[in-house]
C-alpha cells in the first residue's frame, strides 16, 4: 500500500514560489499516474495538475497553466509541483495523490485512490 507524504509548503509573498515534494513511501509508484490538488477554507478540492506514470504527460488547470509545473523522479519515488509567480488565490491545502489502482490520468479526484496529509501554502498579498 502507497503512503505519501507532503512537504515545503508555507508562507510566501504573492509573486513568490514554492517548490511541493510528494515522497511515496512503502509500495513504490513508478507505474501509477499522480497528481496535485489543493483545497480553500469552504471550498471543494480542486484539480491542481497531474502526470502520467512515465512523466512524459503532463495536465494543468487553467488557473495554474504556465505557473505550476509538476515533474516525477521514479528512481526516488517522488513527484514535485514547481510553484511560480504564486497568487493569494492559489492559498489552501495543497494534496499528493496516486491512482494506483488505474493506468490512465485522471484529473478528477475520485479517480485516485492514495492521498497525502496535505501540506498548507499560503500566499500573501
Known amino acids: 500500500q502507497v503512503q505519501l507524504t507532503e512537504s515545503g509548503g508555507g508562507l510566501v509573498p504573492a509573486g513568490g514560489s514554492l517548490r511541493l515534494s510528494c515522497a511515496a513511501s512503502?509500495?513504490?509508484?513508478?507505474?501509477?499516474?499522480m497528481g496535485w490538488f489543493r483545497q480553500a477554507p469552504g471550498k471543494e478540492r480542486e484539480f491542481v495538475a497531474a502526470?502520467?506514470?512515465?512523466?512524459?504527460?503532463?495536465y494543468y488547470s487553467d488557473s495554474v497553466k504556465g505557473r505550476f509545473t509538476i515533474s516525477r523522479d521514479n528512481n526516488k519515488n517522488m513527484v514535485f509541483l514547481q510553484m511560480n509567480s504564486l497568487k493569494p488565490e492559489d492559498t489552501a491545502v495543497y494534496y499528493c495523490a496516486a491512482r494506483t489502482n488505474a493506468p490512465q490520468v485522471s484529473l478528477n479526484a475520485d479517480g485516485y485512490d492514495r492521498w497525502g496529509q496535505g501540506t498548507q501554502v499560503t500566499v500573501s498579498s
Open positions: 512503502v509500495r513504490n509508484i513508478r507505474g501509477s499516474p
Open positions: 502526470i502520467d506514470w512515465s512523466g512524459g504527460r503532463t
